[in-house]
């Protein structure tokens, strides 16, 4: 690639470059002298399960990585004691050691569906910022001041607001600065709501006689509704983990518009070639349901391989257009049944096909919903303790859903 090639494959779908112009002179030298960028991203393990949301950070170190940089996948393993304050109207509960420890393990496994394992180096925060010690720690501390940490649009607003913020989420940003300090970081990468916490490590690395790194923000991905952000809270997420057929039922489930964001986020084809797909179907040269389909089936042939996407989406048109339905196909999900029967509109919750008891209602009225291929009308529809496995359909997706006595 020349330059700008490599500038319009590395800057593809951000938001913030912090500065462009910087992240040119690294490139220029790095090609010049041979030495590969240093490109950090840091993962506080809050929850053991990444979605495609994540996957947006995790491509963009991928295409460092397809360039010959060097990509530092950061599990933040001391900062996720402190309790990320992004985003956060009060403080945020620690982590204990042990959720910790597990979470990132869980990560490990699951970046790498990504990231070429040969190629990424896996670090923990607490290997450096547990020697600093108290000491270093009050001399990190002194290096910013309470005015630089209020223009932080978190603590602004409850500190207008009269709510309280602890003094230990001050020293999260900091923490999170002193990473790039340790590791030299060229380049940080993270999601635009991060853009605070990796300004202070620019901030502070030329005080360490350090060149500033260049900070890259990617979007934050809106979920399956095409509304909220992807949550897994929210049952608006694709998990990484989740089967191919599972998997590409739920992309197929988005918007016609949102799609090109997914193409735009998710995959690995150019600005430029997302936008001449998008001109074919403008023209009627391209259907949008096509487009769709080749759409979810680049996504899952990245977690899985392109012969599982293809025959996922063999078995979704064969569901869809012929009518078909293999149960073999299926995400097979359990779900405990007490003595006197459960709801079905729970079910639809707990098989995430649903973002909420009354989201599952509103489904059902309104026959979207069907068990063993008939269809549902009725909300307070439940299921019997002593049903047997069914097919659950919600729209275009379908599950398998194996009932089991509650307490087995």
Known sequence: MTLDEQLAYLTKGCVDIVRAVDLRSKLERSARTGTPLTVKVGFDPTAPDLHLGHTVLLRKMKHFQDLGHRVIF???DFTGLIGDPTGRSKTRPPLTTEDIARNAETYKAQVFTLLDPEKTVVDFNSRWLMALGADGLVRLAARYNVAQMLERRDFKQRFEAGKPIAIHEFLYSLAQAYDSVFLKADVELGGTDQLFNLNVGRDLMPGYGLEAQVVMTTPLLEGLDG???MSKS???YVGVAEPAGEMFGKLM???DELMWKYYLLLTD??????NALKGQVAAGALHPKD???DMAKRIAAD???MAAASDAAEAFQARFARGEISVETLANIRVAVPAGGVALSKIL????LATSAADAGRKIQQGGVRVDREKVTDGRARIDAARTAFLLEVGRRAVRITPEPEGR
């Open 349 to 352: 919750v707990e098989a995430g």
């Open 291 to 293: 487009a769709k389909i």
């Open 253 to 255: 489930s988005v918007s």
């Open 303 to 305: 977690f899985h391989s």
């Open 269 to 274: 084809l150019s600005e430029a070639d997302v």
């Open 234 to 236: 929210l049952g608006n």
């Open 227 to 229: 509304v909220e952000k």
């Open 74 to 76: 950061l599990i933040g």
